[in-house]
């Protein structure tokens, strides 16, 4: 079972800085995420989500592939390629991995303009090491399916202030 995990942050940029972090994590195979994208609110009130994977992208290059490939079995590998693509374009809309884009979108409308949101699907996470990665990045949890307890210590983390480097 996942948990999902939306953290609230001034700008995009530390959204960003903190999702790098987390995959960083992953391969150290200390946090296993099903899902990790950032949502910024616009000026005009619009949200753009910041996804790695692009669904309908990957299935037009996939259809356009095999689309020619079939295509050429019939001499036809222009119309094939495009029917294939279009038609893998349409699989990959309608194919939603990770988080609903949908609750993305309407969940990053509560942002203030120009803040960004990073919405998590968590596998798998071996707290302690990841809370001690997050700590003092100064995000603020906006909804989450963790326990009470991991709850307020992710808070803590995320609040407490990063010890200073030594002047040399």
Known sequence: M??????EFPTEAQAEEVRTRLFGLQREYLIE????VVAVK??????KLNQLFQPVA????????WGSLIGLI????????ALGAASGALGGKLTD????????KDAA?????????LFLLIRKMTTDKVMAELQGTGGTILRSSFDETKEAELRAALAAA???????
């Open 74 to 81: 019939f001499l036809m590998p222009l119309a094939g390629a």
């Open 58 to 65: 990957a299935g037009a290059a996939s259809g356009a592939l």
């Open 2 to 7: 996942a948990d999902l995990l939306v953290i």
């Open 42 to 47: 616009q000026a005009d009130g619009s949200v």
């Open 162 to 168: 990063t010890p200073a480097a030594p002047l040399a």
């Open 33 to 36: 995420l099903g899902d990790a």
């Open 109 to 117: 409308k509560t942002l203030h303009s120009g803040n960004a949101a």
């Open 97 to 104: 991995l990770g988080i609903n884009d949908a609750f993305m």
